[in-house]
């Protein structure tokens, strides 16, 4: 049961938990689909993948994640994850840090204008 959600381009979103001190979202992400290229000064992230291959980006290296796999963005870190294969791609996203709102991103690279 998720707290709230929402659908976007790439895919989906939902928020399963939310705390002062974390974030946990299921992310989902469309075949051909990724996010932006981006950081955030306020949170790190934990990414779990549990159905597909993530192609993640991390600070410039491009290395696909399959199930079960853990990826750590370090808090400032430029990230991004797609899913180049046909096959859908979920994953678990633990936030930690002192803030969580959408408004700690900043985005070098957008598919959807939001740079």
Request: with cysteine; glycine share 8%; charged share 25%.
């Amino acid at each position: 049961m998720s707290l709230y959600s929402s659908e976007t381009p790439w895919g989906s979103w939902e928020v399963l938990l939310e705390e002062s001190y974390c974030k946990v979202k299921r992310i989902c992400v469309n075949s051909g689909a990724r996010l932006s290229y981006q950081k955030h000064f306020k949170r790190e992230e934990l990414w779990t993948v549990v159905q597909g291959i993530a192609t993640v980006t991390l600070d410039g290296i491009t290395q696909d994640y399959t199930e079960g796999q853990v990826i750590h963005i370090p808090l400032g870190s430029f990230h991004r994850v797609a899913n180049t294969h046909p096959t859908p791609l979920a994953f678990i996203e633990i936030q930690r840090g002192t803030y969580f709102g959408e408004d700690d991103i900043v985005r070098t690279e957008d598919d959807y204008g939001r740079v």
